[in-house]
Each structure stands twice: as structure tokens, then as C-alpha cells.
């Protein structure tokens, strides 16, 4: 069954810092990936996707997520992070043979940003 | 243009009552797509419907059942209400011509269960 792990439930990182949160999927065929972002009491917002196109993408905001299929892998970073970055990140996949079902969510990372 | 909509905001029940939670889809969009979320949670996948029939279902119980409606609203109802089933559920929308893969949340429903 397909599975999403993300590395780190919280991250801190300090105001103009970089901003890495990871994310793993185990799956013997690439999925389509996404990166959400959740304020509190808010529901989801698509920060950015991958569907087979660039591996390199970009979204809202800033940020910028990689797939690395020899690493199994889709890490979502922006250069310098900004207060109003500090919510919930969850990344999430969509198994190609699922025909456009369910999202798979990984148990999401918590970002705080410092002055 | 009007994004994901749902109803109410909030809901306080009593074990063992029955809900109805409403979705109205992003403007163009055709599918719909329930989910739950635990406290500190992912969001977890109940059901997916389109053209007023569910599509996919993940693994939630039979008390967990569906409607969507010929203007692409949906509900979801909850039987037998548990202390379990507290949570925020989530409605997503998207377009199935395009896949469907994309989709977009709405603000949630945070049920309480006492």
C-alpha cells in the first residue's frame, strides 16, 4: 500500500532562514505528489503538485518542492522563510492507477518561524 | 469565484446521534471528495463521488455514507455517532476531465462528539 512519510513533525527555523521539510512516499511507481499547507482552524491550500512534468516545481508563496525518484523522495524548501509561513505542511500523493482518488497524506510538520 | 463551501462551521452531538455535514464544489468542478482529520493528524480519505454515485471509499465503517446531488453539492451523514468520530472533516472538489488529482479543500466542519 502506498505511504507517505514526512521527517520531523516540527521544524523551527528562524526568519530569512531556509526552509527544508521532507518527504518520502513508498511506492514501485511514481505517484503525483502535492504539498498542502494548513493554518489553524483552516482547511487545506495547494502549495504546489507534481504530475510527471518538471521535477522541479514551483508553487505559491515561494516555495519549491523536488522529485528525486532514485531517492523516493519530494522535499518541499523555500530560501528565506517569512513569519507568515509559520502553519501545518502536508505532503500528500495520488497513486496513477487510482484515477484521480483519494489523496494519501503524510502526518504533516509543523513549521515555526522565529524573528 | 466562489472556492469550496461548507456547513455548518461547527457541530456539537452526543454520542449515538446521527449528522449531516454539507459541501458545496469550487465553481466548475465535479467531484467531490470527503475526508477526516483527527487532531494532529493527515487528513484520512472516506469517499469520493461523482455523478452522484461514490467512486472510491477508504476505510471508514458503513455508518459513514454519502449523497451528492445533480449540482455537484455532496453530504456527508454519520450514523451512530462515536466519541471516536470527533474531528474536522474536510470536503475537497475537483474535475474529473482533468483527472481529478487536483484538488481543493474547503474550510472544514469541526464535529464534537460528547
Known amino acids: 500500500a502506498q505511504s507517505v512519510t514526512q521527517l520531523g513533525s516540527h521544524v523551527s527555523v528562524s526568519e530569512g532562514a531556509l526552509v527544508l521539510l521532507r518527504c518520502n512516499y513508498s511506492?514501485?511507481?511514481?505517484?503525483?505528489l502535492f504539498w498542502y499547507v494548513q493554518y489553524p482552524n483552516q482547511g487545506l491550500q495547494l502549495l504546489l503538485k507534481y504530475t510527471s512534468a518538471a521535477t522541479l516545481v514551483k508553487g505559491i508563496n515561494g516555495f519549491e518542492a523536488e522529485f528525486k525518484k532514485s531517492e523516493t523522495s519530494f522535499h518541499l524548501t523555500k530560501p528565506s522563510a517569512h513569519m507568515s509561513d509559520a502553519a501545518e505542511y502536508f505532503c500528500?500523493?495520488?497513486?496513477?492507477?487510482?484515477?484521480?482518488?483519494?489523496?494519501?497524506f503524510g502526518q504533516g510538520t509543523e513549521l515555526s518561524v522565529k524573528p | 469565484d466562489a472556492g469550496v463551501t461548507q456547513s455548518p462551521t461547527h457541530l456539537i452531538k452526543t454520542r449515538g446521534q446521527q449528522v449531516t455535514l454539507r459541501c458545496s464544489p469550487k465553481?466548475?468542478?465535479?467531484?467531490v471528495s470527503w475526508y477526516q482529520q483527527a487532531l494532529g493528524q493527515g487528513p484520512q480519505f472516506i469517499f469520493q463521488?461523482?455523478?452522484?454515485?461514490?467512486?472510491q471509499r477508504g476505510n471508514f465503517p458503513d455508518r459513514f455514507s454519502g449523497h451528492q446531488f445533480p449540482n455537484y453539492s455532496s453530504e456527508l451523514n454519520v450514523n451512530a455517532l462515536l466519541l471516536g468520530d470527533s474531528a474536522l472533516y474536510l470536503c475537497?472538489?475537483?474535475?474529473?476531465?482533468?483527472?481529478?488529482?487536483?484538488?481543493?479543500f474547503g474550510p472544514g466542519t469541526r464535529l464534537t462528539v460528547t
Open positions: 465553481s466548475g468542478h465535479d467531484t
Open positions: 500528500a500523493v495520488s497513486p496513477i492507477y487510482n484515477q484521480g482518488g483519494k489523496l494519501i
Open positions: 475537497a472538489s475537483s474535475l474529473m476531465l482533468a483527472g481529478a488529482y487536483e484538488q481543493y
Open positions: 511506492s514501485s511507481v511514481p505517484p503525483y
Open positions: 463521488y461523482y455523478e452522484e454515485e461514490e467512486r
